[in-house]
């Protein structure tokens, strides 16, 4: 359960851009992470929301959004996002090849935008 | 009013591991992050590598754990330098609980500094910790099928040591099989059979420390 420190890290940058933006009430917050990253989203929300009850920024929008995993092809160079699995090893859908697949996408995490007064 | 933020979530933790790493660098000395599941025997290989290269290296060691410090005394009991950090259930370590262990330790002078991380496969693999290296233990008492279950640990990891290789006879582990799903995840992997118990297969662990130890050093 690491999502507890992701939250805090999340709610330390928030109210780092909203002072720096002098913006006072946070409407919304988007999260991307990838598929890869191991993150439970129901887990990161419930964290967000512990940290921020009570405080000025409860009654925010935690809207988070997943990345897809995207790989490249350790045999024919082919990329390509493997369906309905988060899992590493998968067979190129060009060359059926499984084995060490570079990954070019999916293991983000970062904050997208904040909307906020 | 919408503001782009475009923030790494994990940027305070990356910018500590970063300082780490520096810190490091200037001494020359080797940093490696041992990960596992609880039982696999981090603690085993430590008192082991510990003792056996002693007259090599000074070697000191960052012991993560959840409450405890049993294994903080194992490792002393070697003579090496030992300090704990207690997580208080905390899942993993990161970049600012090693900043405020090394502060416990000396390490002028130091060859090779391992960071036990709290046993969990998943989250300690989210976090930079400065290191050189990832290192993953797997015992053969767990199943074959633990890297295609925890992929990320495997895929990031430079050496992964199969452990408690003498129980092999007694167990349904297929050496192979998990050899072939951590190639998979990371083709560039170190794979070693070990026994800590036996001390079978450490000799290979040795001379990848020592080799790494070696590019390392200013
Ligand atoms: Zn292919």
Redesign the pocket.
């Known amino acids: 359960m690491h999502e507890m420190s992701i939250a805090q890290s999340i709610l330390d940058i928030v109210q780092q851009e909203m002072e720096k933006n002098g913006l006072t009430r946070l409407i919304r917050v988007k999260v991307k992470f990838g598929r890869l990253t191991n993150t439970v989203p129901e887990a990161l929300d419930t964290g967000f929301m512990a940290l921020t009850a009570q405080t000025p920024l409860e009654s925010a929008v935690f809207e988070l959004e997943e990345i897809p995993a995207r790989y490249r092809?350790?045999?024919?160079?082919?990329e390509?996002t493997p369906e309905g699995t988060n899992r590493l090893l998968v067979p190129?859908?060009?060359?059926?090849?499984e084995f060490g697949h570079a990954v070019l996408s999916g293991k983000e995490l970062y904050i997208d935008f904040i909307e906020a007064e | 009013m919408k503001v782009s933020v475009i923030r790494n979530v994990l940027e305070a933790n990356d910018r500590l591991a970063g300082e780490l790493r520096e810190m490091m660098a200037a001494r020359g000395i080797l940093s490696l992050n041992l990960m596992s599941s609880p039982g696999a025997g981090k603690t085993s290989l430590l008192e082991r590598t510990l003792r056996d290269l002693a007259p090599e290296f000074k070697m000191a060691v960052i012991e993560g754990d959840l409450q405890t410090d049993n294994d903080a005394r194992r490792v002393a009991a070697t003579g090496a330098q030992a300090v704990q950090i207690n997580t208080e259930g905390g899942c993993h370590l990161n970049g600012s609980m090693i900043l405020e262990a090394l502060k416990q330790l000396d390490i002028e002078g130091l060859d090779i500094l391992f960071i036990e991380n709290v046993g969990n496969l998943v989250c300690p693999a989210e976090f930079d910790l400065g290191e050189d290296a990832k290192v993953t233990l797997l015992s053969v008492t767990e199943g074959d099928d633990k890297p295609e279950k925890y992929p990320l640990m495997f895929n990031l990891s430079s050496v992964s040591l199969l452990n408690k290789v003498d129980l092999l006879p007694y167990v349904d582990f297929d050496m192979e099989r998990a050899e072939g799903f951590m190639r998979a995840l990371n083709k560039d992997i170190t794979v070693f059979g070990v026994s800590c118990r036996t001390g079978e297969g450490l000799d290979p662990w040795y001379d990848w420390l020592r080799a790494r130890r070696a590019a390392k050093k200013r």
């Open positions: 092809c350790f045999k024919c160079a082919a390509f190129c859908t060009a060359c059926g090849e």
